[in-house]
C-alpha cells in the first residue's frame, strides 16, 4: 500500500555554473539554524575541496539536509559545468522536485537548458529561483519570458509550465515571492518548497528497494553509497540483495554495516530510515552507482538511465624526462595506475583504460576542465606523472563512416571582438548558426562545431577579447566528421643541451618568440622553453655563457634586459602542447617537452610521417 511521507521533501538545485546555487544552500543552512548563532562558516561551505574553493565552482554534488517547520529538506547542492553532467544526471533520481536557479542578468545560459531537459525528462517539478536580484543590471521581467521560453522549446507538461517564481539574492540572504518588494529572509522559499514539491511515496510495508545514486569515498570504511529509499526499510545489519538494471546477472547478498542520515553537513548513524530518507550505507565493498539494494526474497532492480559516454581522451604515462623523480613522491606505474584507479570509485563519468605499455594509461572524460581537474589533484597528493595532447573519440555509424562528438558553443562577447571570434572558429570547422544582440553592447554568437575544434581555444578566446567574452559550450551528440584541423599556427623553442638556463643564452633566445622559463631554471635537451612566431620549431641553446675576452667595449657591460617570461598555468600549458609533445607534471612544475627528446631521431620520425 503506498504511502506518502509528509515530514520529508527531497530537492536538487540546479543551475548554470555560477548562478550562485552554492551560495542559496549556505543561505538556507545558515536561516534553518543549522549553524550556531556565534559559529564563524566559511562563504560557500558545500564547496569542500580546495580546487572548487580557489576556482568557485562545483566539481562534486553534495548532499544536506535543513529542517523547516518539522519538515527535514534534503538537499542536493549539483555542479553546473557541462563537463561534470554526469554528477547532475544522477542525483535527479533521489529527488522529487528540482530549484532551478538563473541570474538576474545572464538569464537563461546553455547548462540551464542542460539541466532543465534532464529535470523535465523525469517529471520532476521545477521551483524556478531568479537570483542576484539585486543586482544593478538585473532584468528580471526579459528573464521570467526567457525561462518560460525554455520551458516550451523543452516540451514542459501543462504543470510543469505553471511554476512557481521566487525572486531572491542568495548573498543578502532573502527572497520574495513579489520581484518589486525585496524579502526579509528566505521563508518565502522554505514556504514554496513545502508548497509545491511533492512529498515523497512509496510502499513501507514492501520489500526494502534503495537506488544508489553517488557514491562517497573515505579512506577509512571506503566505499560509501548515497542513494534514496524508495520502499521499505532499511536496517543496519540487514542482509540484502545487491543487483543492477543495466546487468541482470548481476546479484549479491551483501550486509549492511552502517546507516546514516544527513543533518546539516554532517551524516548521523541512524539504526534504520524508511520510504524518502536519503542514506548514506558503508561497509558494501563493491557498490557502484545504479545499483539496487533489496529484500532477499524480492530482488527487483529500479531502472537507471546510463551515464553519458566520455568525449575526450588523453595518456597518462610514467616520467621518464632527465628530470624525472626529483620533485615528486609517487613516480612510478604502480602508483599511477592506483590512484587512478582510485578515481573511479567516485567519478562516474571516468574512464581509465590500461594500454600495451604497462607505463601509460589512457584516461577519458567528459572534457577539458575535468581531466585537469584530475591532474590538479593528483599533482597536489604528490604525484609526478606526464600527460599528452587531449584528443577526440570517435566512432563510427553503421555504414563505417566516422563520427565526431560535436559541441553547441555560445559566445557573448563585446561587438569590436565578434569578427576575429567568427574567424577564429570558422578556421576551427565551426558553423554559425545565430547572432543576437544583448544588453550592454554585447552580441551572443551561437555556433556549432566539433569538440576537437575547441580543444585549446579558451586561452586564445580570452586573448582575442581582451578577457571581455564568455565562452559555454555543451554537448551536442555525435555528428560527421568535419576533416582535418591543425592545432597551432606557432612553432616551439627547444632547447637542445641540458643545464641551467642563464640570462644571456635567454637574451639570445628571446629574439626568437616568447619564453616559457627565467633564468636559473634547469632544462635538458627537447624541451619546450618557449613559442616561435613561424610555423616550425626552433632549437636554441638557452644554457650558453658569453665568451669572456680581454678586450671591453664601453657597452658590453651594460645589464641584458630580459622580458618576463610567459608563466602557463596547466590550463594554458594542456591548451598549448601539440600532439609530438607531451606535459610533465610535478608537484613543483610544468614542463612541456618533445615526445622524442633525441633531436636526431625527432628529425628521423618527422621524416618517416610524411
Known amino acids: 500500500m503506498k504511502q506518502t511521507r509528509d515530514d520529508v521533501r527531497n530537492i536538487a538545485i540546479i543551475a548554470h555554473v555560477d548562478h550562485g546555487k552554492t551560495t542559496l544552500v549556505d543561505e538556507l543552512l545558515k536561516q534553518s539554524g543549522v549553524f550556531r548563532a ?11 575541496n580546495d580546487i572548487e574553493r580557489e576556482r568557485g565552482i562545483t566539481i562534486l554534488s553534495k548532499n544536506t539536509a535543513v529542517t523547516y517547520k518539522n519538515t527535514k529538506i534534503n538537499i542536493i547542492d549539483t555542479p553546473g559545468h557541462a563537463d561534470f553532467g554526469g554528477e547532475v544526471e544522477r542525483v535527479l533520481k533521489m529527488v522529487n522536485g528540482v530549484i532551478l536557479v538563473v541570474d538576474a542578468f ?16 523525469l517529471g520532476l517539478p521545477v521551483i524556478v529561483c531568479i537570483n542576484k536580484i539585486d543586482r544593478p543590471e538585473a532584468r528580471p521581467n526579459e528573464v521570467i519570458d ?20 521566487v525572486f531572491a539574492s542568495a548573498k543578502s540572504g532573502h527572497a520574495s515571492l513579489d520581484m518589486d518588494q525585496p524579502g526579509h529572509n528566505m521563508i518565502p522559499l522554505f514556504e514554496t518548497i513545502l508548497d509545491y514539491i511533492p512529498a515523497p511515496v512509496g510502499d513501507p510495508e514492501a520489500g526494502t528497494q534503495v537506488l544508489i545514486s553517488t557514491i562517497d569515498y573515505n579512506e577509512y570504511v571506503g566505499r560509501i553509497g548515497v542513494g534514496k529509499v524508495d520502499n521499505g526499510e532499511i536496517r543496519v545489519n540487514q542482509e540484502v540483495v545487491l543487483v543492477n538494471h543495466h546487468e541482470p546477472d548481476k546479484q549479491r547478498k551483501v550486509k549492511v554495516s552502517k546507516l546514516y542520515e544527513f543533518d546539516g553537513l554532517n551524516k548521523v548513524e541512524v539504526t534504520s530510515a524508511s520510504i524518502g530518507s536519503i542514506v548514506a550505507i558503508s561497509g558494501i565493498t563493491d557498490i557502484h552507482i545504479g545499483d539496487t ?18 568525449t575526450i581522451a588523453m595518456n597518462f604515462m610514467v616520467n621518464d624526462s632527465p628530470l624525472a623523480g626529483l620533485e615528486g613522491k609517487y613516480v612510478t606505474s604502480r602508483h599511477l595506475r592506483d590512484r587512478l584507479f582510485r578515481e573511479l570509485n567516485t567519478d562516474v563519468s571516468l574512464r581509465v583504460e590500461e ?19 584530475l591532474i ?122 641540458a643545464g641551467e638556463a642563464i640570462t644571456y643564452g635567454l637574451f639570445n633566445a628571446q629574439e626568437r618568440g616568447i619564453l616559457f622559463i627565467g633564468p636559473g631554471e634547469k632544462v635538458y635537451a627537447g624541451m619546450v622553453v618557449g613559442q616561435t612566431g613561424k610555423a616550425e620549431d626552433i632549437e636554441i641553446n638557452v644554457c650558453k655563457k658569453k665568451q669572456l675576452t680581454n678586450t671591453r667595449s664601453s657597452s658590453a657591460d651594460e645589464a641584458l634586459r630580459l622580458t618576463p617570461p610567459k608563466i602557463l598555468s596547466l590550463e594554458q600549458a594542456l591548451e598549448f602542447i601539440d600532439v609530438d609533445e607531451l606535459l610533465e607534471i610535478t608537484p613543483e612544475s610544468l614542463r612541456i617537452r618533445k615526445r622524442i627528446l633525441d633531436p636526431t631521431m625527432r628529425k628521423r620520425a618527422s621524416f618517416n610521417k610524411n
Open 38 to 48: 556565534n559559529q564563524e562558516v566559511a562563504e560557500r561551505v558545500m564547496d569542500s
Open 106 to 121: 545572464e538569464g537563461a545560459m546553455p547548462q540551464t537548458k542542460f539541466v532543465l531537459q534532464k529535470a523535465l525528462e
Open 146 to 165: 526567457e525561462i518560460l521560453e525554455l520551458f516550451l522549446d523543452l516540451d514542459a507538461s501543462e504543470e510543469q509550465l505553471d511554476c512557481p517564481f
Open 293 to 310: 539494494l533489496c529484500a532477499v526474497d524480492n530482488p527487483v532492480a529500479i531502472p537507471f538511465q546510463k551515464i553519458s559516454e566520455p
Open 355 to 373: 594500454t600495451e605499455s604497462t607505463e601509460c594509461f589512457k584516461v577519458s572524460g567528459r572534457g577539458e576542465l575535468h581531466l585537469s581537474v
Open 376 to 497: 590538479e589533484n593528483m599533482r597536489r597528493e604528490g604525484f609526478e606523472f606526464a600527460v599528452s595532447k587531449a584528443e577526440v573519440l570517435y566512432k563510427t555509424d553503421e555504414k563505417g563512416k566516422k563520427l565526431e562528438p560535436m559541441e553547441i558553443a555560445y559566445i557573448d562577447v563585446p561587438e569590436e571582438f565578434s569578427g576575429s571570434v567568427i574567424q577564429k572558429l570558422s578556421n576551427r570547422k565551426g558553423e554559425l548558426q545565430g547572432m543576437t544582440p544583448i544588453n550592454g553592447g554585447y552580441i551572443r554568437l551561437e555556433f556549432s562545431i566539433p569538440s576537437r575544434g575547441l580543444i585549446g581555444y579558451r586561452g586564445e578566446f580570452m586573448t582575442d577579447t581582451k578577457g571581455n567574452g564568455i565562452l559555454n559550450t555543451i554537448f551536442d551528440g555525435y555528428g560527421p566528421y568535419k576533416g582535418d584541423l591543425s592545432y597551432r599556427k606557432q612553432g616551439s623553442l627547444i632547447a637542445f643541451e
